[in-house]
């Protein structure tokens, strides 16, 4: 069976699965952090140009930058497998 839609049986359920994945998990935690960073980042006041107040914040942002950039690596990789167990079936 292919991945995706089949004229016959409408949409494969691994299809939901992959989407519902996404929304419910990927969206909101890439979102949470973009927000956290631009809370961390912004200067509190008349909301001027965005300023790092120490270095622990800029050591947190980094943290929070590589964070991202290994959720996204494993989601490609997740999508990947299943875009591969899709064609198999």
């Known amino acids: 069976m292919m991945f ?3 004229p016959q049986y409408g949409f494969d359920m691994s299809f939901f699965g992959f989407i519902l ?3 419910v998990v990927v969206i909101p935690v890439v979102l949470a952090c ?3 960073v631009f809370l961390l ?3 509190p006041g008349n909301g ?3 300023r ?3 270095a622990d914040e800029t050591r ?3 943290e929070i930058h590589q964070g991202l950039l290994t959720m996204e690596q494993r989601i490609e990789a997740l999508e990947t497998i299943v875009l591969e167990a899709g064609e198999r079936s």
Do not use: A, Y
């Open 48 to 50: 001027g140009p965005p």
């Open 34 to 36: 973009l927000f956290l």
């Open 21 to 23: 994945l996404f929304v």
């Open 41 to 43: 980042v912004r200067k």
């Open 4 to 6: 995706g839609f089949n």
């Open 52 to 54: 790092v107040k120490n």
């Open 60 to 62: 947190l942002i980094q």
